[in-house]
């Protein structure tokens, strides 16, 4: 009896143990993921420091855009805003064309790998998309942006795969568990995994930070991940790029052929994604 309790006091001892470690694990990689972003967000502010400035009329309108409370925060996304900053970004892009492309691609790459800290700017990447297909040539900013697009999740997938991971299993490891376990049903090799997470990226299921988190805290293969979400990413990147080209096109004399391919465009592609969509339930229906 004496030696049954010195065995329970003992592994209640050892859990407790291992609680406190993974706790020390979870903070001191939580704080090492802290510093990483607060280093990027440094980079990203020295660069705009170091850049060419607005014009006077840029920087007035552009100070109505500074945020004076939480509130402001949260609404920066609101439609007069928006107009505000392409006007000014607009007039830049005619002066600087490819520092302005260099600081959008910094604002994507930030957004998209810290959503523990960002989770508040939901919609940035797709906003800043929609700017460099507005700004820049048609098919260099699909080109353009869909590398961004797999270069960003790239990131995240470092930073998790040795600081994040822990932080995101410790709050989230049922439902990490349950994925993928879900995972583990549908795939069984390479190609199923191309295909399992290509069908992700392309119905509007689940958010794409969301798919890049998971992605390297369930420790994915990098090669047919990163595949998969170039291709699965596409389409979503020629719509908002054509998004970006229509309004480009109603701001311009020269507006009927160039904003009706836009259109055309989205049309097809919206379709496109609601077939995949509903190929999708199917699969799931049967597999039930």
């Known amino acids: 009896m004496i030696k049954e309790k010195e065995k329970l006091m ?3 001892t050892y ?6 470690i993974k706790s020390k694990e979870v903070k001191l990689h939580f704080l090492y993921y802290s510093v990483i972003f607060a280093l990027f967000v440094l980079i990203v502010l020295v660069y705009i420091c170091l850049i060419p400035g607005f014009s006077i009329e840029s920087k007035n309108n552009l100070r109505t855009l500074i945020p004076k409370s939480f509130k402001d925060i949260i609404n920066l996304q609101n439609k007069e805003k928006v107009r505000i900053l392409y006007d000014s970004l607009i007039s830049y892009k005619n002066e600087h064309e490819l520092v302005l492309l260099l600081l959008l691609s910094l604002l994507y790459i930030l957004y998209q790998s810290f959503p523990i800290f960002l989770w508040w700017m939901a919609g940035t ?3 800043i ?3 460099i297909g507005a700004f820049y040539n048609y098919i ?8 961004l697009a797999t270069l960003a999740p790239f990131i995240t997938y470092v930073i998790f795969k040795y600081y994040g991971r822990t932080v995101i299993n410790y709050f989230f490891q049922k439902q990490l568990i349950k994925f993928n376990r879900e995972l583990n049903k549908r795939v069984r090799n390479n190609v199923d995994l ?3 997470v290509t069908i992700l990226r392309l119905t509007p299921v689940f958010p794409n930070v969301v798919i890049n988190l998971v992605g390297a805290c369930v420790q994915l293969p990098a090669v047919p991940f990163f595949l998969a979400t ?10 908002l790029v054509s998004v970006g080209q229509a309004i480009n096109s ?3 004399v020269n507006m009927t052929n160039q904003f009706y391919m836009s259109i055309t465009f989205i049309v097809l592609l919206l379709l496109f994604q609601t077939v995949i969509n509903y190929k999708c339930k199917d699969m799931r229906i049967q597999t039930r």
Request: aromatic residues 12%.
């Open 140 to 147: 260099f900013s699909i080109l353009y942006c869909s590398i």
């Open 250 to 252: 109603i701001s311009s």
């Open 125 to 127: 990447g797709c906003v």
């Open 230 to 239: 170039y291709i699965g990413i596409l389409p979503n990147t020629i719509i």
């Open 194 to 196: 191309f295909v399992y």
């Open 15 to 20: 859990t407790l143990d291992v609680e406190k």
């Open 129 to 131: 998309t929609i700017l």
């Open 10 to 12: 003992a592994s209640e």
